[in-house]
Every structure is written in structure tokens, then in C-alpha cells.
């Protein structure tokens, strides 16, 4: 099996489309297709179901995936070595999500753009489940999580953070100063932004299990909801970190009102990947960094 025959297969395999991954790869479609049909000759299987437009990995292809994908990390490992590059380099595809790129991370990536000027940061923002689909797909070198549980199948992470919520009001709203019992909030108007945050979703299902129903104001962004709840559109519940300029400034309040769940901001990568060492770099200057902001 050659090595360009295993990294063809797995790109196919991990974006299931013979167009796509001549893309990525920088091939002709025919070249792709050629290069599968010479690898199922070699091992005399078929890799793929073709299904009119679509394609799916055959039992055979499932078991050789894992295998692919460990020749291809242990290869790159060993031309690092062997080069032994003076600088780290390479492209990094990082999923992230909104709050942490804003409040988090600029710290992290003036680090990396001044420090390691040859690696290249992909960021994608997504949230939790498209974040873990993608690490475990191979498409994301590592992603960011912010969850309530640590434990993801299929992946490993590492806690960077224990991450503070804070329920936010306009200064003149009625509950403000006020200590909240969560039946208090029922029916009042919530502020939030897509649905998949996990933050939004433990909030709405402490409320939904006190009878709701429970029903958002959508605003997309964590800006735009921040606005929102300073023009007195209603309450929402944002990670502290997003907020602590408006709370200094007054422009937002804190309502007394703690939640009865904790998020922890984690690193995420798919089980048993070999991080090559621009990778592990990111991993130990995110420990770093993110512990310093408390």
C-alpha cells in the first residue's frame, strides 16, 4: 500500500465525496477515482459503496480507516523528526465557538502569530456537537469545548477552565437586586443566541423541568444579545467572561441567581491521534494561557 494511496483514501473517507476530496487534495476527480480503484486492487476489496451520487466506507473500508490514519500520523511524525525543524510548522485546524474567540483566545493567537510565525491557525466556529463530529472525523485537529461533561467518546480533552456564568439584566429591570429562586425566572423574557450553546441548553432544561415552557429571543451573536438585555429586552445567561466589561461599566447587572451547573472550557482531539508537535504546542500555551485569566 502506498502512502499517497492511504492518504487519498483517507480524505475520501472522511469527507465522503470523490469531488470534495480532489479538492482538498489539489487532484483531478479521476485522479482520485484512479488512485481508490489502485488501492482496492492491492488489497482486493472494495473500500466504498457507491450509491448513485453518494458514496459510503464498505465494512473493509471501516477497518482500514483507523490503520490509514495511523500511517499517515506516524509518518508525519517521523519526517518532523528526522528534519528536526528549528521553527514549528504547519497548518493547525482549530474548532472554536464565538465567546471563546472573542474573550479567550486573543491572548493565545497574538502568542502564536509573533512566537510561531510558520504556523498557520485555521480557526472554524462551530459549536459542541459539530466540533466533537468534526475532531472525530479527522477535519479539526483540535477543537474547544464548553461543557458540562469532560468525558466525549471517542475523543480525549484536557480542562483549561472552570468557565463562571452570569445571568444579566439591564440595571433597571425589576429582579435586579433581588435574590432569585429559579421559579422566580419562569415566564420572565430570555435573551440568547443559537440554539447548541451549552450553557442555553442546561438553562433551558432547569427551567423546563419546573414546568416551563420555556421560549428564547434569538439574537445570534453574544454582541447582539448583550445589547439586547441592556436595552431591557429581557435576561440572559452568558459566560461571565463576556461580559465583564459591561458589568464594570454598569451598562449590565448581575442578577442574584446561581446556576446549578458548571461548564468547563476544554481542549478537545480525537483518541489515540499522535498531535505533532505544533499541536502540542497550541495544547500547552491554551494550559498556560487561559489558566493565567482565571
Known sequence: MELRLLVTFEKVATVLSFTRAAAELQYAQSSVTSQIRALESSLGTELFDRLGSR?????????????????????????AAVVAAEEPSGTLTVGTMESLTSYRLPPLLEFFHHRYPKVRLALRTTLGDETRQALLQGTYDLGFLMEAGTEHAGLQSTVLAVEPLALVASPQHTLSGVELPTDDLLGQPLLATEPGCAYRDLFERELDS???????????????????????????????VTVAAELAEG????????????????????????????????????????????
Open 55 to 79: 458514496i459510503r466506507l464498505t465494512e473493509a473500508g471501516e477497518r482500514l480507516l483507523p490503520y490509514a490514519r495511523q500511517i499517515i500520523e506516524l509518518t508525519e511524525e517521523a519526517r
Open 210 to 240: 419546573l414546568g416551563g415552557p420555556v421560549e428564547f429571543m434569538e439574537f445570534g451573536t453574544i454582541e447582539a444579545t448583550k445589547r439586547a438585555a441592556a436595552a431591557g429586552l429581557g435576561i440572559s445567561l452568558l459566560p461571565e
Open 251 to 294: 451598562s449590565l447587572v448581575r442578577l442574584l441567581w446561581e446556576p446549578p451547573f458548571t461548564l468547563r472550557t476544554q481542549l478537545a482531539w480525537r483518541a489515540g491521534k499522535r498531535l505533532p508537535a505544533h499541536a502540542r504546542l497550541f495544547l500547552e500555551q491554551a494550559r498556560r494561557l487561559v489558566s493565567e485569566q482565571g
